[in-house]
Antibody, heavy 117, light 107 residues
Framework: EVQLVESGGVVVQPGGSLRLSCAASGFTFDDYAMHWVRQAPGKGLEWVSL????????YYADSVKGRFTISRDNSKNSLYLQMNSLRAEDTALYYCAKDINGGPDYWGQGTLVTVSS | SYELTQPPSVSVSPGQTARITCSGD??????PYWYQQKSGQAPVLVIY???KRPSGIPERFSGSSSGTMATLTISGAQVEDEADYYC??????????FGGGTKLTVL
């Protein structure tokens, strides 16, 4: 059974930094690209970032480019999102998701990031 | 960013067919995906690559595309299908995006 468990979400001040983690199990992690997707309270889904199976290629939404960095450690079956220069508009539930041919299939339950002073 | 347009809401009676549309300029060349999100839960993939159904998804869910429009069809919608539905695809350069979401009401 595919399981994705996100962690690291907390309350952080504007301008601060945070690293989210996603622990994967139930599938061969290094066979698949991985996504981060976020959802602001009461709003729709927003794609954030994608990393290839080997970490060699990364992609970002314009809204986070230059501030967020996606990475992975295949030896630990883990996905990460380093978030810098956080803004109030980054407040959201952050999901990690496994990729199937270019789109997310299995999703975790999310970790909540709140950017507030 | 790439815009995928969905109606904000669709309403049907139980047993009727619900159709949710998603329009985007790149859809003739890029596959759409569809997700169901019930209140307080993570999204669930219900259709991928235009019309493929993951295991465990009921047969009443189907997907199709024509030109710049993709459609998620729920044949014989049930009360438990009430949820928000999102389409997802990429633009011609491969940049991903979600539609704004459609709230399906079944009552």
């Amino acid at each position: 059974e595919v399981q994705l468990v996100e962690s690291g979400g907390v309350v952080v001040q504007p301008g601060g930094s945070l690293r989210l983690s996603c622990a994967a199990s139930g599938f061969t992690f290094d066979d698949y690209a991985m996504h981060w997707v976020r959802q602001a309270p009461g709003k729709g889904l927003e794609w954030v970032s994608l990393i290839s199976w080997d970490g060699g290629s990364t992609y970002y939404a314009d809204s986070v480019k230059g501030r967020f960095t996606i990475s992975r450690d295949n030896s630990k079956n883990s996905l990460y999102l380093q978030m810098n220069s956080l803004r109030a508009e980054d407040t959201a539930l952050y999901y990690c998701a496994k990729d199937i041919n270019g789109g997310p299939d299995y999703w975790g339950q999310g970790t909540l990031v709140t950017v507030s002073s | 960013s790439y815009e995928l347009t969905q109606p904000p809401s669709v309403s049907v009676s139980p047993g009727q067919t619900a159709r949710i549309t998603c329009s985007g300029d790149a859809l003739p060349k890029k596959y759409p995906y569809w997700y169901q999100q019930k209140s307080g839960q993570a999204p669930v993939l219900v259709i991928y690559e235009d019309s493929k159904r993951p295991s465990g998804i009921p047969e009443r869910f189907s997907g199709s595309s024509s030109g710049t429009m993709a459609t998620l069809t729920i044949s014989g919608a049930q009360v438990e299908d009430e949820a928000d539905y999102y389409c997802y695809s990429t633009d011609s350069s491969g940049n991903p995006s979600f539609g704004g979401g459609t709230k399906l009401t079944v009552l």
